[in-house]
Every structure is written in C-alpha cells, then in structure tokens.
DNA sequence: GCGGTTCCTGGAATCGGTTCCAGCGCGCCC
DNA sequence: GGGCGCGCTGGAACCGATTCCAGGAACCGC
C-alpha cells in the first residue's frame, strides 16, 4: 500500500539505514550507493513518513503558529508570510484561530505542543503568566507583544508614528488629534506613547479622544469630539476606526480631505476601495512573518541566546487621498 | 522529561498495556485497575503523545484543509468554521494555502497525506485527473467543485441566483445582465447556467457580459458595455467587480441605484463599508464548514458510501442599497 | 474435583525512520 | 607484508503508544 523505507532498501539493494542516509545526508555515503537510493526513492514514488520521522527524532518539522482571528486581514496575511517563508526553510506550518479567547488560546497550544517544535504567539490574548510558562515548556516566538525576555517580533510603530508626522508637519498641520483605540491594546499605547513624545519634542499640539472600539462605529462615535477640537488632522488607531470617523465628518458636511485630513493604520483591503481612498500606514506582513519565522528557526537551531532576542519590522505610510495641505494655513 | 506511558505505568503498578487500555477503553479493564490508573496519569500531568499514536493507529486526528488564498476573507472564513466543527469532533485541523497555483496545491497534498486522516479541498485549482488521484490515495471532500464521484459540499448557487431574481423582479427589472467571471471557473459556470434557465422560464432578456477578472479592475473595464446595453439590472459574478463597476458607472454620471441596480456575489467585508452599500448574496461558511466536517467525518467512519454524498448549503441574498424599483417602470 | 469459559493482565511485536555500534574492506605507511 | 586507520555498510536498538496473543485467576456447571 503505502511505500517504506525497506522497500526503497530492498530494490537499491541495501540496507534501511544506507537508505536514510543516502537521502538525509548524502555526503555520508559512497556516490554510486546514494544515486541507486535516489533512482529507487523515485521510481518508487517514496516520501519519508513525517509522523514516524518526529517520533525517533523528536522534531516534527512544524511550527506552530497562533491568531486570535484568522478572517482579519492583518492575521491572515501574517499566516500567509508565515506559510511562504517556514516552506523556504523546510518546515510546516499549523495556523490555529483563537476566536478572540483566552481559555480557547491556552488549550490550543497544549493540543498542539506535542505536534510542532516551537511556536509563533501572533498578538496572544492569554495573561503575561500563561506566555511564560508556555514559554518554558517549549520554544516561543512572540508577535506584535512583549512579555519579558520571550523572542519577539514587532513593528517599528514609533518609527510608524515619525512617518506620519512628518508628512503631516509638511502639509503644515500643527494640532493634530490622535483616536485611541483599546486600553487593553500593547499597540495602542506604544502609538500613543511615540506620538506623545514626538509631538512635545516638535512643538505640536496632540489632542488625545478615545478610548474607542476599534471598528467602524468606534469611529462614527468619536466624529463629532474631533470636530468640536478644531483639529487640522487626525490619526486613528486603526483603518476601521478611520472609515467610520470619515464617514461621520463627511455626513456632517466637513470635507475630507479639504477640512480635515485623516490617517489611520493597517492599510486593510477595504482602504484603497473606499472614496476618498484612505492615507494609512501599513504593516508589511511578508516582512513580518518571514522575520518571526527566522527568528525562531534560530532560537531551535541555538543560534541565539534564548531569552534575550528583539527583532522589528518596518512600517510604512501610504499616501493616498484623505491627506492634504491645512486649510488654515492657505486662507 | 517528558511523561511517557511507562512512567504511568511504573507509579501505577501496572503494565503499559494496561495504561494504555484505562484511559483509551476504560471498559476493559477492573475498576479498581482504572482509577489507579487515571489518578497517576492525573498526577504526572500525562497526555498521550499524538505523533506516537499516529504511528502505530495510522490516525492522526488531523484534518487537512486545502485554499486557495487564506487572505480572501471567504476562505478565512471557511477555515474558522471548518477548525470550530473539527474541534467538536476531537480533530484539530491543519489548513494550507496554495496561493492559487496548481503545483503548490498538488505538492502541499502530498507532504500532508501523512499527517492527515483526510483532505477538505476548497475550491482546487487542479485538474480533475489529479483530483481524482488523490482521492484514491486518501479520504477526500471538496467544497465548492464537483469531480466525478469524489463526495462533495457546495453551496445551492442555482438557489441563490433564484432570490437574486425574485428580488429584481419584484422591482420590475426584465432586461438583466451577468458579468460573468474568469471562464475557468466552476462556480461562475453554474451561477451562468441558473441565470440562463431561469430567465428564459420566467421570459427575462438576460445579456451576458466578461468574461472579466473577479477584480475592481475588472469591474471598471465592463462598466462601459453594461451602459451601453441599456440594462436596468446587473448581476456581477462577485463583489469585487460589482464594486469596480458601481466606481465606474458613477463616474459616468449613471446613478446607483436610481439609475441602474447592481448585485454582487459574496458578502465580503468591504461590501457594507462603501457608498451606498452593496446588495449582494451571502454564503453562510458557517454552516458550509461544518457540513463538510461531518461529511468528512462520516467518510471516515464508513457511515458513507464513497462516492455518492453530495451535500449542499445555502446562500441567503442581503438586500442593501444599490437595488432600487426599474425607473423605465415609473416613469 | 475437573474441564471449559470469561475476565483481566503482562509481554512482545508493530508502526516507519533514525542512529549507535560493530565489522568489513581497502588503502596507506612503516 | 603487517598493522593502522578511514570510509562505508548492515544489524539492532530505539522513539511512544497500540494491539495481538498467551497465560493466569476466578468462576461456572456437571
């Protein structure tokens, strides 16, 4: 039925073990045995067993990888950089969706401990105490969170924030109001502290709103607080918060991007479809992924020193049509 | 280490058969034997090694599940239903993504046959001979194709094209089109079929337009041949086009809905975010994934005959706002 | 009291690769 | 020519759980 090593063996006329030599190192093995191995592996259509593989060697080739909601966009497209660069470096990938909950996260990787070699924590929803001692029972790479010294992967959002700024500084946008997002959110605060200091340090003036939910309505909220601070230019916390402000300033008869300019982040599939297509700035997800990806590669091949290992992606502002020149400044 | 069924055994006093046989058919062993055994495998924290199991079972407990693009939120969708369903039934799932290319679909099956008990293909991009093989070598059930005699779950697109109908008809709309989609394409062939049917039984004057790329792009290009074929309806074979096409149609001055009325095919998030917000039909993936879960799982079970199960779900039209009465009747 | 069940248990084989170890053959050097 | 060492190979043990098989104990009926 299905094809074994022995078999391979039995038509090269050799043994089990010259077999797995001849195709796992192959450089262990005279040529003319490792050429009749592979000729036999091919013509028998021969793939080692994966299962029975991870059993004497205690790797299964797998990387565990967990989102909190895979129909995210930002999630999925982690998952598919993720996919795309463990494949380059010979391993699988198990992508598990935690619905948002805690209990669901923790049980998940406890299923799955025993199936991957380490895992990637994408923006985990469990407590710092739970990462922790996950951490301890197997190999963890963290995304877009930072719990003591776990190998993590994170955007660059001050660098993030620097772009926007800049941009908004050369239309000559001098108050600008930041829409928080949710208290719970490690972004949210890294946004907030980076604008903060980057603000105070150029002489800006940061009107903070929020905290809202970070969805569309969290967006159509918080319209009429932003309009009554008089601001030039406001930053979202997310697009989706962005969508719903817009939508409101507009219905109110403000113009975007004429009255008010407006940025938010994610750069979701809807961003570029909507009108006036939205300025944003976007998270390189392959970029992202493939980092996470290598960095925990080398934690389970101890190239790095556990514990102690930070890695950053860029971020990057799109410029598209909800931006323009302060109207103050030209009247 | 790590807890192996000999350490129970040992602190039990008992063989690892025994261990074995309490915990997997706790009825074959005495009582007393049982609790001795569940108590010490309680105390050491042990849980059966799946990879071990598998190897001598030939049952992983694993599901495959093969899309084309997980970032397109109707595959992301189809995966969390599938992995929620899967976890009922004491599976976990390993989900893949093609990238929309063949060869990458086709090899992805291979390097998972072994670690799966059974493939769930969505929507595959392969031939029907490949397909075909596949399903010889290992249990499989495709979502939204049809090849053969393999079983199958797709969604009752004849019934879905049936509410789009009664919908515009109710409007007063008889002069119809459909921008079909990429010619390849199972589904845009059946939705093609039904409208043809249907029309011609209801004496509707159907125009066909595309074939097009399932894109906004695509949508703009055929916006200016629906104009000119003087329509007062038009079916798009999904979303993205219809969205490309209500942008197009706009711009040209026509007015959706007033003028023209625009149905698309999916529901995707973008789809209430835009102005107006677009009628379009649903595919409820809730229900989809789980039908094709417990028709896996009954496959498995031999609770099916192979090659006879075909099972169907749902589509469900959401009426929003670019569907209004035909003006040519009112005027 | 003895043959025949039934119930429960432990030992051993098994799944498919991997890897350690011993041995063989060959070449090289003294 | 003998001894040493190196390169290559096959046999066997092993990873951890499952399952077949055989045997012991208890129990039944005659």
Redesign the pocket.
């Known amino acids: 039925m299905?094809?074994?090593?022995?078999d391979v063996a039995r038509l090269a006329?050799?043994?089990?073990?010259?077999?797995?030599?001849?195709?796992?190192t192959p450089?262990?093995?005279?040529a003319?045995?490792r050429d009749r191995v592979q000729q036999a592996a091919a013509q028998l259509g021969?793939?080692?067993?994966r299962v029975?593989?991870g059993?004497?060697?205690?790797r299964t080739g797998n990387l565990g990888l967990v989102v909190p909601d895979i129909a995210n966009p930002f999630f999925s497209g982690v998952v598919k950089a993720v996919q795309n660069r463990a494949h380059e470096c010979d391993f699988s990938v198990l992508p598990a969706d935690t619905d948002e909950d805690v209990a669901t996260e923790i049980e998940l990787i406890h299923t799955l401990t025993k199936q991957v070699d380490g895992f990637l924590l994408c923006a985990p929803r469990a407590g710092d105490e739970d990462l922790r001692s996950v951490s301890g029972d197997i190999p963890v790479v963290m995304l877009n969170r930072r719990v003591g010294r776990i190998p993590s992967v994170i955007f660059d959002n001050a660098d993030g924030v620097r772009q926007v700024i800049t941009h908004l500084v050369a239309l000559r946008h001098r108050r600008i109001a930041y829409v928080a997002g949710p208290k719970t959110s490690w972004v949210n605060h890294e946004r907030a502290r980076a604008l903060r200091t980057l603000t105070a340090s150029m002489g800006l003036e940061l009107v903070e709103a929020g905290n809202v939910s970070p969805t569309y309505v969290g967006g159509v909220a918080v319209a009429d607080v932003l309009l009554a601070a008089s601001v030039t230019a406001v930053i979202a916390y997310n697009d989706m918060i962005a969508l719903g402000l817009i939508s409101q300033i507009t219905a109110r008869g403000v113009r975007v991007p004429q009255d008010i300019s407006v940025v938010g982040f994610d750069d979701i599939p809807t961003a570029d479809l909507v009108n006036p297509p939205l300025t944003t700035v976007s998270q390189p997800k392959e970029r992202f992924g493939r980092t996470a990806v290598d960095l925990l590669v080398d934690v389970l091949g101890d190239r790095e020193r556990p514990g102690s290992s930070r890695r950053a992606a860029p971020m990057q502002l799109v410029v598209r049509k909800t931006t323009a020149p302060n109207p103050k400044e030209f009247s």
């Not at 450089?27 to 005279?30: G, L, Q």
Request: with cysteine; charged share 20%; proline share 3%.
């Open positions: 299905t094809v074994t090593i022995r006329g050799v043994s089990a073990s010259s077999v797995c030599r001849a195709l796992a450089d262990k093995v005279r003319a045995t021969y793939h080692p067993n029975a593989r059993l004497s060697t205690g």
